[in-house]
């Protein structure tokens, strides 16, 4: 006899029968969504957020300075580029929260090293099974198994916890026809079953084999069904929030979402590349906020924009920057208090030739946690830090 | 080649003999796995014949030398680029998408050729190291831009493979990929690129916590002006640092001089000995057991004798690391392919791993690609299967992504892009005039090979069960597993496929006729099975 089956396993593709996970039913108020854009490679924060009346950023960069004809001014210290107009325009409307000189105590050159920092919130011990906000999910309860949904190849550590591990969702995904899938998956579903004593890696593999079979299918059926009023941009990262913000406007019950925008390691030709990419965020960004501004759901989402370090101060050779230290950070949403929270990094009392932090992105944190998840951030965090008010 | 070198080293180092392995098909087929690509279970039947010492010797005993295609440059810089900067308008920006067509089509020419050797179990240890050397001196051919240089290190690395440790690490340092790749090429004295001396030390050689942030700065002075031009390397005089560096405890001044200092460091060989050992084992190896084969490979930095203790390592064959490790999307798209018997083109090899996120010539960092349960995404062990159904016949490979693509659900907000993008209107959201491919940043090309894809496998497993006589449905249950599974058949999946074979004996009013005796009922319904267990957790594993 086959086991009981999971009667979301055999409704492929039909997306008028999904059933929803239970727990979601009735529910009244929309819940808070967090959306995570990782900004790989280390964003060269002084090309995002320019300090252009300071002599200093003149004197460093000459082949990455972003000309003042370029720029959209903040104020009289500091402007976004040009190609950020969508962004400057919501830091406008007060919908835009900007953090400069953001950044933590452990200054380390490695992407990885950097990455695992702001993924487990802090030095990331050997063996630590959960990221910063598994450990939030971990603390939640109630929660469906859509909780955290990484749109992209690999799910960063950040997400990673053991009792609620996040769905990935590939644009490769996207393209698996169902027809040609289902009969194989439903035989299996059907053949599947653990053998006595079998390995833990066996196990594991199992786990993650039953999450996978019906996430997907209803995540996908979440894409297909949402006809957004906002048009994106024909840009990869904009076809994420497009999808991201599927998944806030669908009852999968999704609270974080997580991606990525790559290409930011510019050690050399600098400008052109981080110009694009800011085109391609900025694009990709005003459209999400546009699409969720029109939905009670949407305004409850809370963005955050983060890269693993800023640059070094001063270019190199190859019209590029190398590895720094802090860097800016942005949050958007309905519920954002726009304008500068912190202060600016100075850019001549560096640290070892970068931008020694002033804002602790743990302050960051712990605002997402209490106004998203409603949780204590020091029984996340470890640690108190300094509420920053932008939410 | 090999074979006088590792006649030398048959006996391990500080100890007797390790003739204690036990061999069996278990273990053969574990070895097989992961020193080759995986076998079927006739492979497994000759190689429990011919024991471990000869399988070993066989797996090292690699051609002596390969003929590889021959490519040229196609990398739009020099005479090529001031050629083209000649011409003006339309002509120029066709000559430049020309050019980039043609070097696009020259790496993935290459890469077919690779994975085409793999799929064909030639040198299969080869270029199964080869693989680990793409992973571990990672350069990506999005940061290279040239396939040139790309295949010149493939080739290195193959060149290499087995071989010397040292030599391939003074090899890689100077290689024109690798320059590109981490910027070595345009690190000047007056400010030095640290990115190829940090990834030096933190992945190519020591590991993190056996270096200091300094050391990371005099090797990057110490690598100045290593530069290439027309995919050969040169040193630039003008941007190379003439200077006395400090690496490590050593005053030194070249880059030659700062391999050899980490070369020297204890570290260097315990971080090799451990990559290797966890892509072998699938598991972190115990302090003690690294040392040891730490102190194994500093003494000749022979990496064919390295593999050649581990295999005969009565450790390797510990039920721990047996039907543990998580297959990687080559191992289990070849690994299937070999199990089942058939051979696919290369290209679906190819663009089906890529799919499954290891994409050869673009490893996803420079860690490489870090295995392990990273390959089991929830998209992937979905995909997996599919890719599965195309090896078996069951799903036409252009289908597999033909469902999505012509639906157009990603595709009508990339129409109408002349409209104001925000100018949203309630009523009149963009209807998709056209169906518009949406691929995806990674996976387009590969797409674009599936999708021309048409081939069926030659496959015939109703003949293969039956060919000891007519199977009991528990024996042919048994085979279907055991052929199709790189893990020896799970007792309670026997059991699920004994009873589908009985229940599908009744549907289909077989009587107590064998199911070999009936090919027509028989091969679509093995086929069918065989597509559902290579679905099943059991299969992700090697």
């Known amino acids: 006899m086959s086991p009981p089956l999971d009667r979301r396993m055999f409704v492929f593709g039909s997306a008028a029968a999904l059933a929803r996970p239970a727990g979601l039913r009735g529910r009244s108020a929309p819940q808070r969504t967090l959306v995570l854009v990782q900004l790989t490679g280390g964003n060269d924060g002084l090309s995002m957020v320019v300090p252009y009346a300071d002599d200093v950023y003149g004197r460093a960069r000459s082949s990455t300075r972003i000309p003042a004809g370029e720029l959209l001014r903040l104020d009289e210290r500091i402007a976004l580029p040009r190609t ?303 509420a920053l008010g932008f939410v | 080649m090999l074979s006088s070198a590792i006649l030398l080293l048959l006996a391990p180092l500080g100890g007797a003999p390790q003739a204690a392995l036990a061999w069996d098909a278990r273990r053969a087929e574990h070895l097989l796995n992961r020193a080759s690509f995986g076998a079927n279970t006739r492979a497994i039947e000759r190689a429990v014949a011919l024991g471990p010492e000869a399988l070993v010797d066989e797996l090292l005993r690699c051609d002596a030398w390969v003929e590889e295609p021959f490519y040229s440059r196609k990398r739009l810089d020099g005479e090529v680029y001031r050629r083209l900067m000649s011409v003006s308008g339309e002509a120029q920006y066709e000559g430049v998408d020309r050019q980039h067509a043609a070097d696009r089509a020259q790496s993935q020419d290459f890469v077919l050729w690779w994975v085409e050797r793999i799929l064909a179990a030639r040198d299969p240890l080869r270029e199964r190291m080869v693989l680990f050397w793409h992973g571990h001196f990672t350069s990506s051919l999005g940061l290279v831009k040239s396939s040139y240089e790309m295949i010149q290190q493939n080739q290195l690395f193959r060149r290499l493979a087995l071989g010397n440790f040292r030599e391939l690490l003074h090899q890689v340092a100077h290689d024109p990929a690798m320059l590109l790749y981490l910027d070595s090429d345009s690190s000047r004295k007056e400010h030095p690129n640290e990115n190829f001396a940090r990834e030096l030390l933190e992945l190519y050689t020591l590991g993190e916590g056996n270096y200091s942030e300094q050391d990371v700065g005099e090797v990057a002075r110490a690598f100045t002006g290593w530069s290439q031009a027309d995919g050969r390397f040169y040193l630039n005089p003008k941007r190379h640092d003439e200077g006395a560096k400090h690496v490590l405890g050593v005053e030194l001044r070249e880059g030659d001089e700062v391999l050899e200092v980490v070369l020297a460091q204890a570290a260097c060989a315990r971080h090799i000995a451990r990559a290797l050992l966890s892509y072998f084992e699938g598991l972190e190896p115990a302090p003690e057991r690294l040392e040891r084969y730490a102190a194994g490979l500093r003494a000749d930095w022979r990496i064919d004798s390295f593999l050649r203790r581990l295999f005969l390592d009565p450790d390797f064959y510990r039920d721990e690391a047996c039907a543990s490790r998580v297959s990687s999307p080559l191992d289990y798209l070849v690994g299937a392919a070999q199990r089942l018997g058939v051979t696919p083109p290369p290209s679906l090899a190819f663009a089906g791993a890529a799919l499954l996120g290891q994409r050869l010539f673009f490893p996803p960092t420079v860690r490489g690609w870090e295995g392990g349960d990273n390959w089991t995404t929830s998209a992937s062990l979905v995909l997996r299967g599919s890719l599965a159904g195309v090896l078996l016949g069951r799903v036409p490979a252009g289908e597999l992504l033909g469902a999505t693509l012509a639906r157009g659900s990603m595709e009508e907000s990339m129409e109408g892009l002349g409209a104001n993008p925000l100018a949203g209107n309630k009523d009149a959201a963009p209807e998709p005039t056209a169906p518009r491919r949406r691929l995806g940043r990674d996976v387009a090309a590969e797409v674009r090979l599936l999708d021309g894809l048409d081939w069926l496998p030659r496959l015939n497993l109703t003949q293969r069960f039956g060919r000891a006589g007519p199977p009991s449905d528990e024996a042919l249950a048994r085979a279907l597993l055991e052929e199709v599974l790189a893990i020896p058949a799970p007792p309670a999946l026997v059991t699920r496929i004994t009873e589908r074979l009985a229940r599908e004996r009744l549907a289909q009013g077989l009587g107590s006729e064998p199911w070999t005796s009936r090919p027509e009922q028989c091969e679509p319904l093995l086929r069918e099975l065989a597509h559902a267990v290579l679905c099943l957790p059991e299969a992700q594993l090697d």
């Open chain 1, 84 to 386: 950020l107009a969508g962004l400057h325009a919501l830091h406008q409307d007060g919908k835009l929260a900007l953090f400069e000189g953001v950044g933590h105590p452990y200054p380390n050159r490695s992407h990885f090293r950097s990455l695992d920092i702001w993924h487990a919130a802090g030095p990331r011990e050997r063996g630590a099974p959960s990221g910063w906000i598994g450990r939030c999910m971990e603390r939640l309860t109630g929660l469906s198994p859509f909780a955290v949904v990484h749109l992209g190849l690999r799910p960063p550590f950040a997400l990673a916890s053991p009792r609620q591990p996040p769905v990935v969702v590939t644009p490769a995904i996207l393209l698996a026809g169902d027809p040609a899938l289902s009969p194989a998956l439903a035989q299996a579903r059907e053949l599947e079953c653990a053998s006595p004593g079998e390995n833990p890696a066996l196990a594991g593999v199992r786990a993650r084999w039953h999450q996978a079979q019906s996430a997907l299918l209803e995540v996908r059926a979440a894409f297909e069904q949402r006809r957004p009023n906002v048009v994106y941009p024909p840009t990869d990262f904009a076809q994420d929030m497009r999808n991201a913000a599927a998944l806030i406007h669908s009852e999968l019950g999704v609270r974080v979402i997580s991606l990525e925008l790559g290409g930011f390691d510019t050690h050399r030709d600098q400008r052109i590349r981080h110009q694009r990419l800011m085109a391609e965020l900025d694009g990709g960004l005003t459209a999400l906020r546009a699409d969720l501004e029109r939905s009670e759901g949407g305004r409850e989402a809370l963005v955050l924009v983060f890269s693993e370090f800023g640059r070094r101060v001063v270019e190199n050779a190859s019209d590029g920057c190398d590895h720094g230290k802090a860097g800016p950070a942005l949050a958007l949403g309905s519920r954002v208090r726009g304008g500068l929270h912190g202060r600016g990094p100075s850019l001549t009392e560096l640290d070892d030739g970068d931008l020694a932090y002033t804002t602790d992105f743990r302050s960051l944190y712990a605002g997402c946690i209490e106004h998203v998840f409603a949780l204590a951030p020091e029984d996340v965090l470890g640690a108190r830090f300094p």
